[in-house]
């Protein structure tokens, strides 16, 4: 399977992140891609590409201009605040929650960090922008290609992206790669898209970004959010609206979950797939279902990575594989290539 990487992945290198009180080393670093970079190399599972140019534009159909220009400028704005900010990275202290407004953009850069995030675990370091923007163009050209006639194509992204929504950041998330996979094969010609979401953690960016839209059916399994992050979206109930109504949907299952109860909620979701009739898959590929996994609960082993690409090689749909979360570093290589392994022999 052809796999897009930039090794500019690393230049986004958080140090700590807010955990239940207190600053702890960040779970999302680049070892973890270095880690599945290596496995596909060692067991030679096609060509490894980095993108030379790409057309941005889909970025800007996916989010919002004034995300992306408080993103571009956030390093500069906040080593402007004090140069010492230049040895920490930026969280924000601050959110517009309920009866805020949320239209009127603050000058006070610490205001936008509030206005432009969710969470206080996402750190935004000096190569934040260069590594997401270089990410996106993985997911821009891994759909490309499979548009050109690949039968599948694996983003090797970092940082994740299906928290990201079209003007916010969260969940170490800040450019939605999977939506901006899906995005891209839309505007080629793909009449219908499905994504299909099976990293442990709800997607609740990528679901914000289509839940008005009939031409991308979101599917997503995961952690059931009444006790797991993101908490506050990722139910059942949430089927879509407007002319997106009938066009989410999510799984969740509860916490300790194995694979056996998991995979027939696999099946359930490719069977809402297939009646879609979706011109292509994106699948945001989490391994942090994986039963190491330092931040989840499900309790999958790496064996069950092959089954579940060959699973998903059964909905016979040009695939693009975007890497998201999975923290159990020293497994995530083999766990991701399990997959794409998977769906390599089950797409013969
Ligand atoms: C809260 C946990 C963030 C979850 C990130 C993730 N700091 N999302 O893996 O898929
Ligand atoms: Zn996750």
Same mark, same amino acid.
Not at 106 to 126: E, I, N, V
Not at 183 to 208: C, F, K, M, P, S
Not at 230 to 238: H, K, Q, S
């Given at each position: 399977?052809?796999? +897009?990487?930039?090794?500019?992945?690393?230049?986004?290198?958080?140090?700590?992140?807010?955990?239940?009180?207190?600053?702890?080393?960040?779970?999302?670093?680049?070892?973890?891609?270095?880690?599945?970079?290596?496995?596909?190399?060692?067991?030679?599972?096609?060509?490894?590409?980095?993108?030379?140019?790409?057309?941005?534009?889909?970025?800007?159909?996916?989010?919002?201009?004034?995300?992306?220009?408080?993103?571009?400028?956030?390093?500069?704005?906040?080593?402007?605040?004090?140069?010492?900010? =230049? $040895?920490?990275?930026?969280?924000?202290?601050?959110?517009?929650?309920?009866?805020?407004?949320?239209?009127?953009?603050?000058?006070?850069?610490?205001?936008?960090?509030?206005?432009?995030?969710?969470?206080?675990?996402?750190?935004?370091?000096?190569?934040?922008?260069?590594?997401?923007?270089?990410?996106?163009?993985?997911?821009?050209?891994?759909? $490309?290609?499979?548009?050109?006639?690949?039968?599948?194509?694996?983003? +090797?992204?970092?940082?994740?992206?299906?928290?990201?929504?079209?003007?916010?950041?969260?969940?170490?998330?800040?450019?939605?790669?999977?939506?901006?996979?899906?995005?891209?094969?839309?505007?080629?010609?793909?009449?219908?898209?499905?994504?299909?979401?099976?990293?442990?953690?709800?997607?609740?960016?990528? $679901?914000?970004?289509?839940?008005?839209?009939?031409?991308?059916? *979101?599917?997503?399994?995961?952690?059931?959010?009444?006790?797991?992050?993101?908490?506050?979206?990722?139910?059942?109930?949430?089927?879509? =609206?407007?002319?997106?109504?009938?066009?989410?949907?999510?799984?969740?299952?509860?916490?300790?979950?194995?694979?056996?109860?998991?995979?027939?909620?696999?099946?359930?979701?490719?069977?809402?797939?297939?009646?879609?009739?979706?011109?292509?898959?994106?699948?945001?590929?989490?391994?942090?279902?994986?039963?190491?996994?330092?931040?989840?609960?499900?309790?999958?082993?790496?064996?069950?990575?092959?089954?579940?690409?060959?699973?998903?090689?059964?909905?016979?749909?040009?695939?693009?594989? *975007?890497?998201?979360?999975?923290?159990?570093?020293?497994?995530?290589?083999?766990?991701?290539?399990?997959?794409?392994?998977?769906?390599?022999?089950?797409?013969?």
């Amino acid at each position: 399977m052809l796999t +897009l990487y930039n090794d500019r992945h690393a230049l986004h290198h958080g140090q700590r992140e807010m955990f239940r009180g207190e600053m702890v080393p960040c779970f999302e670093i680049p070892a973890r891609a270095d880690f599945v970079l290596a496995e596909l190399k060692r067991r030679g599972l096609g060509a490894i590409e980095t993108p030379a140019a790409f057309d941005d534009a889909v970025i800007a159909r996916v989010h919002a201009p004034r995300y992306l220009d408080f993103l571009r400028g956030a390093w500069d704005e906040w080593v402007a605040l004090d140069p010492a900010n =230049a $040895q920490r990275d930026a969280f924000p202290s601050y959110w517009p929650i309920r009866t805020f407004r949320s239209d009127v953009l603050p000058a006070s850069f610490p205001a936008r960090m509030g206005l432009f995030s969710y969470d206080a675990g996402s750190p935004l370091t000096s190569g934040t922008w260069a590594a997401a923007y270089a990410g996106a163009g993985c997911a821009i050209v891994a759909a $490309q290609r499979v548009l050109a006639g690949e039968r599948a194509a694996f983003a +090797l992204t970092r940082p994740p992206g299906h928290h990201a929504g079209a003007d916010f950041f969260g969940g170490y998330c800040f450019l939605n790669n999977a939506a901006i996979a899906a995005q891209t094969l839309r505007d080629a010609g793909a009449a219908r898209v499905a994504v299909l979401d099976i990293d442990y953690h709800h997607g609740n960016g990528t $679901q914000a970004i289509f839940y008005e839209r009939a031409d991308v059916l *979101v599917t997503s399994l995961h952690g059931d959010p009444h006790t797991e992050y993101p908490y506050y979206l990722g139910y059942a109930d949430e089927q879509g =609206a407007g002319a997106g109504k009938g066009f989410n949907r999510n799984l969740p299952l509860p916490r300790g979950t194995g694979f056996e109860a998991w995979r027939a909620a696999l099946t359930d979701a490719l069977a809402g797939i297939a009646a879609f009739r979706p011109d292509a898959l994106v699948v945001s590929l989490g391994l942090d279902t994986f039963a190491g996994d330092p931040i989840a609960g499900f309790t999958l082993q790496s064996d069950d990575y092959l089954r579940i690409g060959e699973d998903l090689a059964r909905a016979g749909l040009p695939t693009v594989f *975007v890497f998201e979360g999975g923290y159990a570093v020293a497994e995530v290589g083999v766990n991701a290539v399990n997959v794409l392994e998977g769906f390599a022999e089950g797409a013969g």
